[in-house]
């Protein structure tokens, strides 16, 4: 199947070529209307999605029966399909045929996931409640499209910790993300946690969270290595609704990654803060474009949006387009970028105090990314995430400079106090 070849066809015929149930004839209207992305698409502008498009791709299989194994804490997705879940938590797992598309989604493949996925899962939150969900991938060179719908209750506090491992899908293209939909007077973690090799999985992972009146969301993203994977979100504030949204991106080689989203303020008072931090080695592409936008309901909005990026080599290279569009003025909003290297005032007066060069520099590097790993209130995750980026970046896990070079961000940058 070449996903490119949508494009050109009817929302039946699209409904017909996925072999799409009736009930996602929405989901294919709004396809069709979005058409396939291209170079030329402003989400995909600068991320290399024709190659992914215009190739035959083979649909993942699960052949024989699914058995469902207990875990501690854990829901496991592997290939698209429930294959753990925890005991002794109060989370409730189901599957469905489809999900709320009320909403208005910027990229295409969030419609085309739909599409393909033969269900959603569904996962609802009624109790306050820590998960661990594994997103794990098993089938190398094929296309597998699935989606995740969230669901948290009133008054209800939810953590969300994800991780991915897909070692044994090289050259695969997924095809997922949340809806994710918060009541009112809710709160959702969300914590992803992914590490990419040159070779890996593809990763393309559309999300629509939906924010009620008065609840919050913190969304902290995690995205380290060698492989190419680009992240996409749309989300709906309303009335005294928050989001936290937090990004570190440390890429490698030829790694094409970042965020593409569009925060949208619909009620009045509600607030966003989103935060990108990035570290570009080598040949690496880093992606940070992000628009808030404050409909004409959304008064007294504040609405907060800022990039950072390093540059370790020449070739290193970071497309930062931060952007507000605005169509009330009783409102606080602010939006910058930075890209710089590492201020050799600071190398040298750390390497004068007896510290080797390369060392200096990994110190000024895991301070920068501090800030955004130190902003989680969980303890054990922000070892895990520690753990995560050094290994990425260094090759180990201990690193005693960790303890001792918290708020250096502007050192790293070279920039004044």
Request: charged share 25%; hydrophobic share 40%; aromatic share 6%.
């Amino acid at each position: 199947m070449r996903p490119a070849l949508l494009g050109a066809m009817t929302p039946e015929e699209i409904l017909e070529t996925l072999q799409a149930g009736p009930e996602k004839l929405e989901a294919a209207r709004r396809l069709a209307r979005l058409g396939m992305p291209t170079r030329k698409s402003e989400a995909y502008r600068y991320f290399d999605v024709e190659p992914l498009m215009e190739h035959d791709w083979e649909p993942t299989q699960i052949s024989g029966e699914i058995e469902i194994t207990e875990s501690e804490r854990e829901i496991v997705i592997t290939d698209g399909i429930v294959t753990a879940l925890p005991c002794g938590v109060e989370v409730q797992v189901a599957c469905s045929n489809a999900v709320d598309l009320s909403g208005s989604h910027f990229d295409p493949l969030y419609y085309l996931s739909h599409l393909m996925s033969p269900e959603i899962i569904s996962i609802r939150f009624r109790r306050d409640e820590k998960v661990t969900i594994v997103h794990r991938f098993t089938q190398p060179g094929r296309l597998l499209a699935y989606r995740t719908a969230l669901y948290v209750d009133a008054n209800v506090r939810a953590q969300i910790e994800e991780r991915y491992e897909g070692a044994q899908a090289c050259g695969a293209l997924v095809l997922g993300g949340y809806d994710a939909f918060v009541a009112r007077d809710a709160r959702l973690s969300l914590i992803k946690n992914q590490t990419l090799a040159e070779g890996d999985y593809t990763p393309i992972l559309s999300h629509r969270i939906k924010v009620d009146t008065q609840a919050s969301c913190d969304w902290h993203t995690f995205d380290f290595g060698a492989g190419n994977g680009l992240q996409l979100v749309d989300v709906e504030l309303h009335e005294h609704a928050t989001i936290d949204a937090d990004h570190l991106l440390y890429a490698t080689d030829h790694a094409r990654r970042g965020t593409v989203s569009r925060i949208v303020h619909i009620g009045q008072s509600s607030v966003s803060n989103q935060r990108a931090k990035n570290i570009l080695a080598e040949k690496a592409r880093g992606i940070f474009d992000a628009l808030i936008k404050v409909e004409h309901t959304g008064k007294y909005t504040k609405a907060h949006q800022n990039s950072k990026a390093i540059l370790l080599n020449d070739g290193a290279y970071m497309a930062s387009k931060p952007q507000l569009e605005i169509y009330i003025d009783d409102l606080e909003a602010s939006h910058g970028s930075t890209t710089g290297q590492l201020d050799e005032a600071q190398l040298f007066y750390l390497r004068s105090r007896g510290i080797a060069k390369e060392e200096a520099r990994k110190m000024l590097i895991l301070a920068f990314a501090n800030e955004i790993i130190d902003a989680l209130e969980d303890e054990a995750l922000r070892e895990r995430l520690h753990g995560s980026f050094e290994a990425a970046y260094w090759g180990q896990t201990q690193v005693s400079c960790m303890e001792t070079c918290h708020g250096c961000e502007e050192a790293a940058l070279g920039e004044k106090a």
